[in-house]
């Protein structure tokens, strides 16, 4: 998805469900770019750092 310099990669991924072994669970991620003249100059995404 693009409206102007931002870009926005959306996707599913899936993982280890962590409290429950053999089973996946599945969540939504994204990834937000500010393309300038073709060349990325900012990303955001919604990772944390602990």
Do not use: N, S
């Not at 409206?3 to 991620?29: A, I, N, R, S």
């Amino acid at each position: 998805m693009a409206e102007g310099d931002p870009v926005t990669l959306m996707f599913v991924m899936e993982y280890d469900h962590p409290d429950e072994p053999g089973q996946t669970c599945k969540t939504t991620w994204y990834d937000t770019f500010r393309v300038v003249d073709g060349m990325i100059v900012e990303h955001w995404d919604p990772a944390t750092i602990e």
